[in-house]
């Protein structure tokens, strides 16, 4: 038997020592709320030294001289004790991920969202199994934990099922739940929740700044279509034929029940009903969604409001499918599974009230702006704009989410000073966004700060108790650089051709 963190073979790679001194690094970092707590904490000490410092910028918009605001003098401290409970309540992301997860957490908790992922796995033709595990793991996006959860495991046995390897398939349904993270063909969870902090962060530069949820949504449709591509192609030509054929037994899977069939029709009929319903709303010249005073779409109720559109659309199929296979038999049953999502949150609200404190700080110290301005002037000065700006900073995204594993905890992070930074260079924080989100997606699958990847590692020990974090890691080093490669190229195609990644998100600021 190996030891764990080795590959197929007794002797450790570079790459796997490498992975070895990135874990102790990740390991010894403070828990997201630590860090964010004592980030909140040096923003004041920072702010106070460069106020002292004199260091000033000239915004290049407005022409205002900007300088630090020091939160360590009395109106300082006088912020930071009154705003408390609001930079809490206010930061952005929180009410748009409270309202969303009672939908999901309703269409989670009836049984949908699993019902959905196994029927589209088990109701592909053998030749497309490959693709639909893959596309499966990209749709689970829509609820946090379905698809490491259910999925992962489910495409392992699958393959098995098949007479494929069980750990080919457990790959596929990595990569597309986690390498295709910042990939999908419905808007997810995780969107309204770094729109919200793009949104804070572009304010710097412009309070008028508005970042709906679906502002990567062009961008991450055609990124799910090549992650399904390009995932498929590495499980049957790299993957399967390194790994050889599996002699051991399976179990076997859950199939669709009858039931379950009638639940998932009726849902979908219910979500076709809904869609009939919005289209209604905002088709027609006079929609009531639309803008009273223009008659545009684009900025109107239903932009503004598409996070409610988000909570119904999980809502209501949720329900009629909890009705139709008996895991909801009253109002109560749907309360239940809506505070059980809450209570899953739980983690996640303490971590947002020290991300609060910290961004806040942030934005009221000027640093963040200040950061962006000079920043902005260097990159002028050395050349690098353009793709290869763009490219650089997924490069950068990549290398950072080998040691912090949370989008939220990195993006609350890194939005304040590359957002308005980019902005200053004339990008739309979209495609900044959408830069980011590559890079935080291809390197989820080969970094042990991944949450569940001890998790991925205990699922394949259940075929072969030699697997180890190494093993996992050598499995699915061709899907990450495949996805860099092939992502990082689609970004640059999409910017030569200068097309909108989302709904009012052009590459370029309006000059």
Do not use: C
Request: hydrophobic fraction near 55%; glycine fraction near 10%.
């Amino acid at each position: 038997m190996t030891t764990r963190g080795d590959g197929a073979g007794g002797r450790r790679s570079a790459m796997l020592r490498l992975l070895d001194v990135i874990e102790r690094i990740g390991n010894r970092l403070p828990h997201p709320a630590t860090l964010f707590a004592l980030l909140a904490a040096a923003t004041a000490v920072a702010s106070a030294l460069i106020r002292g410092a004199g260091v000033v910028a000239v915004h290049p918009g407005t022409g205002e001289t900007i300088e630090a605001v020091s939160l360590l003098n009395r109106s300082g401290l006088q912020f930071m004790w009154a705003r408390t409970t609001d930079n809490f309540v206010h930061f952005p992301p929180l009410g748009i991920v409270l309202v969303a997860m009672i939908g999901i957490g309703v269409a989670e908790g009836s049984g949908l969202i699993s019902a959905l992922l196994r029927h589209l796995v088990t109701a592909a033709p053998p030749r497309f199994i490959t693709a639909s595990v893959i596309a499966a793991g990209v749709l689970s996006h829509l609820a946090s934990e379905a698809g490491y959860v259910v999925l992962i495991p489910l495409g392992a046995v699958i393959f098995a099922a098949v007479g494929r390897h069980p750990i080919a398939g457990l790959a596929a349904a990595f990569a597309g739940v986690s390498g295709g993270f910042g990939a999908n063909f419905l808007i997810g969870s995780i969107d309204p929740i770094l729109a919200g902090l793009t949104e804070s962060a572009a304010q710097l530069i412009d309070p008028a700044m508005r970042i709906n949820p679906a502002v990567n949504f062009y961008f991450m449709i055609a990124s799910a279509f090549m992650i399904v591509a390009v995932g498929t192609w590495i499980t049957e030509r790299i993957v399967e034929p390194r790994l050889g054929a599996y002699g051991g037994t399976v179990e076997g899977f859950d199939t669709i029940e009858p039931r379950e069939r009638a639940g998932l029709a009726w849902a979908g009929a219910s979500v076709l009903v809904f869609l009939g319903l919005v289209a209604a709303l905002t088709i027609p010249a006079g929609g009531l969604l639309r803008n009273p005073e223009t008659g545009e779409l684009l900025h109107s109720p239903f932009m503004d409001g598409l996070i409610t559109a988000i909570m119904i659309f999980f809502l209501i199929p949720g329900v009629v499918y909890g009705v139709i296979v008996g895991t909801i038999r009253s109002d109560k049953d749907a309360v239940r599974h809506m505070t059980a999502s809450m209570k899953g949150l739980a983690g996640y609200i303490v971590l947002v009230f020290f991300a609060g404190q910290f961004v806040y700080y942030f934005k009221q110290s000027n640093i963040g702006i200040l950061l962006a301005i000079k920043g902005a002037e260097l990159l002028r000065t050395i050349g690098l704009t353009g793709v290869w700006l763009l490219v650089s900073f997924v490069v950068l995204s990549a290398f950072i989410n080998l040691f912090m594993g949370s989008a939220s905890a990195k993006w609350a992070i890194m939005a304040p000073v590359f957002v308005p930074m980019f902005m200053l260079l004339g990008y739309h924080p979209a495609i900044t966004q959408a830069a980011f989100r590559i890079g935080d997606s291809i390197t989820n699958i080969v970094t042990p700060m991944m949450t569940y990847f001890a998790l991925i590692v205990a699922f394949a020990q259940k075929y072969d108790e030699r697997y180890g974090m190494g093993t996992i890691t050598a499995t699915m080093l061709p899907y990450s650089a495949a996805f860099g490669i092939f992502w990082t190229a689609l970004l640059v195609v999409w910017m030569l051709l200068g097309l909108p990644v989302g709904p009012d998100a052009p590459i370029h600021l309006p000059r």
